[in-house]
């Protein structure tokens, strides 16, 4: 099994409000209900393909999914923003999710939360003034015996201390 | 040319077993990719093959490659069987992860793969679900529910279609299992649906696992396009989650499969009778549905035979946080709390003493060393005030504070909440504002100088004049009236038990909250 670490992120970068990407957008949306079907338990996978697509779910976007399943605008909304993993605004070039949960938290993690916001200057949950970064919280990857850890553009981190967050720094920066 | 083998596990890719299996493969070596073994200190581990016996070393790195094949590194370990850490497990359930290939289906089948389904379909429904009764298994997602008991619920509801579901949305923190088997043993799960799907008169089946662990999700979808010809005419799907843990909770995670929202629907109806799109399903945990190939290929007495009162079997126990021999450990129930913390999981990595271990994930009791004599046990840990979840134990060495813990576990809840409940949705939010206060107060505490509620507020005050008070014992007796409401108030488990968590951080730990030191002696521990 051979995994690419960039299973997650974007194929087309940019935003969809203008013509040209709405149009992108629909025939992204289309493409997708062929693949997926048109029935509402495809909303799901349909959000992620899009969003791993176009690198976030605009808001221009909501009412194409809902028409393509015929479900209403407010359904697909409060889809979207119920789960942590769908964006409704771009990310920055580079996402580093880190771990608060409680394994990390025993192995230092808290500090490291720090570090990280200082090392990327950035605050966890927002995404860097020039694009570079965005830094999130997560909530355990399953790696609990070896953290503090992190997930960078996909790809997991594990003993993450002050040298791999120089690392991380740099990665982000190149 | 010389086999060796690295895992793929997600733990020991984070590990940089990538890397170290590009360099073997660079020096002309037949590399498999295994799952993992289950002992992180050793990783990135390879273990060379030489006259049919496997040979271990580890941790080793890329630049160690001759000194491995020339078995003059200083990390080796001979036959990982034989090391303590894994001769003293009872490996039911993950007997294969670690050993064999994951997606060669022709590996599984080597080591006793598919005889629980070949078992099964030689068997009526009825006979195979008797046979999971018999075991004694019980839902290993952490209510402990007997799975035989659901199936039969499903076995004798009318109605055409039925599924079967498998909660794969492994959330709790210092829980790894369902992630090992899935990435180390994909076919054991596919072959445990597979089991269900006929027990209970089912043709099609949904894995739903979280987008965390992308690993499993690409293991499971490629094992299952392997496996298709074998399982049919039951079919499986791989759901990906999208980052909510209350989807761990079965009612949100149907709804979530359906495309909604992962809101907590009410029971009854039980989704054994109205589940997926209002059909009736079995809903297990990974662990669950992988002990089931044992259980129909070697019977259920054998399952049974081991265990501890009520709680048959072995449970896959996963030693997580700063704990020194960190990893995964297959054992039957009735093992004590101190020995997997001390014995097997060596104390703390940073050698400093254990203060407390949390056991069942964000939602289950912080112990403190005077418990560890509990032994693993769905009841007694229930009667100890808290519970086994997912068999996650998460250790933490004297450097931690304990208000800190309980307010992260009011604020994880206020994080995920599906919002559905109030006690759930507005009480961890002001549980995180009332630990706030104490957390301010307990330096000077019992001072009371936290500021006063004025106009409004102060207003809303009025009926409960007692609540002004902003001293650190008034809090604290204001967060057990909040623990209490939530507790019996919650629709699911994510507002009903994260009290339990903060409530056993205050009993055991008073020290932590502002309380004289001496009060913590007076703490009755009993069982």
């Known amino acids: ?174 | 040319m010389t086999r060796v083998f690295i895992s793929r596990d997600m733990a020991s890719v984070a590990l940089g077993s990538d890397s170290l299996a590009a360099a073997f493969s660079a020096a002309g070596c037949d590399v498999v990719r295994t799952g993992s073994r289950g002992l992180f200190r050793l990783e990135p581990m390879v273990e060379v093959e030489r006259d049919g016996e496997r040979s271990g070393f580890g941790p080793v790195a890329a630049e160690d490659v001759s000194s491995v094949l020339h078995g003059t590194h200083p990390n080796a370990l001979g036959p990982v069987d034989a090391l303590p850490y894994f001769a003293s497990q009872q490996r039911f359930t993950f007997a294969r992860c670690g050993v064999i290939d994951p997606l060669d289906v022709k590996d599984y089948a080597a080591h006793d793969g598919w005889r629980g389904l070949e078992a099964a379909r030689a068997m009526a429904p009825q006979a195979v679900v008797d046979c999971v009764k018999g075991s004694g298994l019980r839902g290993r997602g952490g209510a402990g529910f007997p799975t035989g008991i659901k199936w039969q619920t499903v076995l004798d509801a009318q109605g055409g279609d039925k599924f079967i579901v498998c909660n794969a949305d492994e959330g709790d923190s210092g829980t790894f299992a369902d992630r090992m088997l899935m990435e180390g043993d994909p076919f054991c799960l596919i072959e445990g649906m597979a089991i269900a799907g006929h027990a209970v008169g089912a043709s099609r089946g949904y894995i739903y696992i979280r987008s965390e662990y992308p690993f499993a999700i690409q293991a499971m979808r490629e094992a299952i396009s392997r496996a298709s010809a074998i399982i049919a005419p039951f079919t499986l799907e791989v759901r990906e989650g999208a980052g909510a843990y209350v989807c761990g909770e079965e009612t949100a995670l149907l709804d979530s499969i359906e495309g909604k929202r992962g809101q907590v629907r009410a029971k009854p109806p039980l989704p054994a009778l109205q589940g997926l799109f209002g059909k009736p399903t079995v809903i297990n945990n990974v662990l669950s549905l992988a002990a089931v190939p044992f259980i129909l290929h070697h019977g259920a007495e054998a399952y049974a035979g081991v265990g501890f009162g009520r709680s048959r079997g072995t449970m896959p126990v996963q030693l997580a946080g700063n704990v020194k021999n960190g990893g995964l450990y297959e054992v039957g129930f009735g093992i004590t709390l101190g020995e997997l913390v001390h014995d097997i999981g060596g104390g703390t990595e940073s050698g400093r003493p254990v203060r407390a271990v949390q056991v069942g994930g964000p939602l289950g009791a912080y112990f403190p060393p005077s418990m560890f004599h509990i032994p693993f046990d769905y009841e007694k840990f229930a009667k100890a005030g808290g519970l086994i979840g997912h068999a996650g134990i998460t250790v933490f060495d004297d450097t931690v504070d304990m208000a800190h813990m309980a307010r992260f576990a009011m604020e994880f809840c206020a994080v995920e909440s599906c919002g559905k409940c109030t006690p759930c949705r507005i009480g961890s939010t002001r549980g995180v504002e009332v630990l706030d206060k104490i957390i301010a107060g307990r330096s000077g505490a019992q001072r009371g100088d936290v500021s006063l509620p004025t106009g409004l507020d102060a207003a809303l005050y009025s009926r409960a004049p007692k609540l002004k008070d902003a001293s650190v014992s008034a809090q604290t007796d204001l967060l057990r009236d909040l623990c209490d409401t939530m507790k019996f108030g919650s629709l699911c488990a994510l507002g009903g038990f994260t009290p339990y968590p903060v409530l056993s951080a205050l009993d055991y730990f008073p020290e932590d909250f502002g309380a004289p030191v001496s009060a913590s002696e007076d703490a009755e521990v009993s069982l």
């Open chain 1, 1 to 174: 099994m051979i995994l690419s670490s960039s299973w997650m992120e974007p194929k087309l970068g940019g935003h969809i409000t203008d013509s040209r990407g709405i149009s992108d957008a629909s025939s992204l949306v289309d493409r997708l209900v062929v693949q997926y079907g048109r029935k509402r338990d495809a909303l799901l996978p349909i959000l992620h393909a899009f969003q791993h697509e176009i690198g976030y779910i605009d808001d221009a976007a909501v009412p194409l999914i809902a028409t393509a399943l015929n479900i209403s605008r407010a359904d697909v909304h409060g889809v979207v923003t119920f789960y942590h993993d769908f964006r409704r605004t771009p990310a920055g070039r580079h996402v580093v999710k880190l771990c608060r949960a409680e394994s990390c938290q025993a192995r230092g993690g808290a500090m490291i939360e720090e570090a990280a916001m200082d090392k990327l200057g950035v605050k966890m949950g927002e995404t860097r003034r020039d694009g570079a970064v965005t830094l999130e919280a997560i909530y355990c990857l399953g790696l609990c015996a070896i953290g503090p850890n992190a997930l960078v553009d996909g790809r997991p981190v594990a003993k993450v201390n002050a040298a791999v967050l120089d690392r991380i720094a740099d990665e982000v920066a190149a």
